[in-house]
């Protein structure tokens, strides 16, 4: 059964999406058989992966209403060992029309578990909130990455989002597990980037990737041409950052050696969680 992985954080603008294209495509260019799922209303991951609108014959709305088999809606992609489920606007009302389901839930799991057996892994691109489809996503996964953006606003709201992994963990999903955390969009020039990723080291510890995605404009412009930052520019820093996470996350969270001059931050101790940023002021653990 393939490993499935949620890619989730209900604030916006943290490199989620872009997170969950480059890893799926990342285990794909390893030759890992993966499989990408997006279950965001906004589809930019579709798009981002380079499927249009009107090429899309079933979405994973089809899925989750229960017109489709999952493998129905599996479109391959430019890349060999990467296929995509992809979305569709009508999946903003989704949400209404499973609410008077049964094991409403679990409707993404159940869908999911013929699909697992031809996948290596499975990346769930979830819509940036907390709601039905996110509670489906984290239902049916093995593990929830956790994208932070190196800025302040960024860590608001994470103490929401772990709530609602310990409620999954304790009502609907026991083997849940944070596969850990990234920050992403890091620039090494600005001293709020370091100060941001040593809040995030002393509240997650040894759960935050070594990995860090630095920022990239070869990054921002692959999805314009609807493809990973692997077929758009394979030498520039952000494909060899996603790369090196897919690595990391195959070797189970093994750490690697990071220098400063490839992402700017040294290895932190990890002291009492509840501990401030001082230009911050923000309490994680609080």
Do not use: W
């Not at 589809?43 to 499927?51: D, E, H, L, P, R």
């Not at 750490?255 to 911050?280: H, K, L, R, Y």
């Amino acid at each position: 059964m393939g490993k499935v992985i949620a890619v989730a954080n209900q604030k916006g603008g943290v490199g989620k999406t872009t997170t969950a294209i480059n890893l799926a495509a990342s285990f794909a260019a390893i030759e890992h058989p993966t499989l990408l799922i997006d279950i965001d209303p906004q589809a930019n991951c579709s798009s981002g992966i380079g499927m249009e609108p009107e090429e899309i014959e079933n979405s994973i709305y089809e899925v989750l209403i229960g017109d489709v088999p999952m493998e129905d809606a599996v479109i391959s992609s430019e890349m060999p060992f990467l296929d995509v489920v992809p979305s569709h606007i009508n999946l903003v009302g989704a949400e209404i029309e499973m609410i008077d389901v049964s094991e409403r839930e679990r409707i993404l799991k159940k869908a999911l578990e013929r699909a697992r057996r031809k996948y290596e892994f499975v990346v769930i691109d979830c819509p940036p909130s907390l709601g039905l489809l996110t509670l489906n996503s984290l239902t049916a996964a093995s593990s929830v990455l956790i994208p932070v953006q190196a800025e302040y606003f960024a860590l608001e709201g994470l103490g929401q989002l772990l709530n609602t992994v310990k409620i999954v963990r304790q009502h609907l999903n026991p083997e849940l597990d944070i596969e850990g955390v990234l920050l992403t969009m890091f620039d090494t020039r600005l001293r709020l980037s370091n100060q941001v990723a040593e809040e995030v080291r002393r509240y997650f510890g040894d759960k935050v990737f070594e990995t860090i995605v630095r920022r990239n404009v070869r990054v921002s412009e692959a999805p314009s041409f609807g493809q990973p930052v692997l077929l758009y520019d394979s030498t520039c820093k952000g494909a060899r950052n996603y790369i090196a996470l897919a690595k990391e996350i195959l070797e189970d969270g093994t750490p690697a050696p990071a220098s400063d001059d490839e992402d700017g931050v040294a290895e932190e101790a990890v002291p009492d969680e509840t501990q401030q940023t001082p230009a911050t002021g923000f309490t994680l653990g609080s």
